[in-house]
């Protein structure tokens, strides 16, 4: 197996983004194997590449991972964003697992049609104003990271969910000036700067073409 970190993914989002954003703010260099036929993905089920049969797969330190959260735990780990001690990591762990689940709901939208698909917007909305923006405004007040004294995974993905929410309700933020004044600082990192540049790895908002190619490799049908 390579040496290279390798991501199998499709050419899109989904549960790869917060990956991609945690191996982009430690500027390692990553590789990706866009899945775009069922073909592709039979031949990584028969080579036995993922364990559970699922991507995302991401082959990094000779090993083939799959399970988004571990493979996020060992980038966090291997990297230093996952804090300094046992207590500091169970608080990131908690502020992460809470903007999991605010993406998670923005992340199934695109496979959401008509009333249901705004239905779902009017939930995200809610959820985030009321269940998990608040949250991570108190916490940043008076502090410039989520946790301790030092970046971590959980300000990665605080970056990342809040700039999807931005993206689908623009003035969302406007309440929380401390969420605000985070995204200006870690703006402020090359990594992350560079990240967000035009050309970059980070993928766009999902289309139609995602959409229908998640659809066929995967082999399901949309509600």
């Not at 991507?55 to 493979?71: F, N, R, S």
């Not at 996020?72 to 990297?79: L, R, S, V």
């Not at 969302?172 to 560079?194: E, G, Y």
């Not at 999902?206 to 049908?221: A, H, I, M, S």
Request: hydrophobic share 40%.
């Amino acid at each position: 197996m390579s040496e290279k970190i390798v991501l199998y993914y499709f050419n899109g989002r989904g549960r790869m983004e917060s990956i991609r954003w945690l191996l982009a703010t430690a500027g390692v260099h990553f590789e990706e194997v866009n899945l775009t036929k069922r073909e592709q993905y039979e031949k990584l089920l028969n080579d036995g590449a993922m364990m559970f049969q699922q991507v995302p797969l991401v082959e990094i330190d000779g090993m083939q991972l799959v399970q988004t959260k571990a493979i996020m735990n060992y980038i966090a780990g291997k990297y230093n964003l996952n804090g300094k001690d046992l207590k500091e990591r169970v608080m990131i762990e908690m502020y992460s697992e809470g903007l999991c689940d605010c993406m998670e709901m923005i992340m199934i939208l695109p496979f959401k049609q008509g009333q249901e698909k705004e239905t779902q917007l009017g939930a995200i909305k809610g959820k985030a104003t009321s269940r998990f923006l608040p949250v991570y405004e108190k916490a940043l007040s008076g502090s410039q990271y989520l946790v301790g004294s030092q970046l971590s995974r959980a300000d990665v993905h605080l970056m990342e969910a809040t700039l999807m929410l931005e993206e689908k309700f623009p003035t969302i933020l406007s309440a929380f000036p401390n969420l605000k004044a985070f995204q200006d600082r870690m703006r402020s990192l090359p990594t992350i700067n560079k990240f967000l540049q035009p050309g970059s790895q980070r993928k766009p908002q999902p289309d139609d073409v995602y959409v229908k190619t998640v659809v066929e490799v995967l082999n399901f049908q949309i509600p």
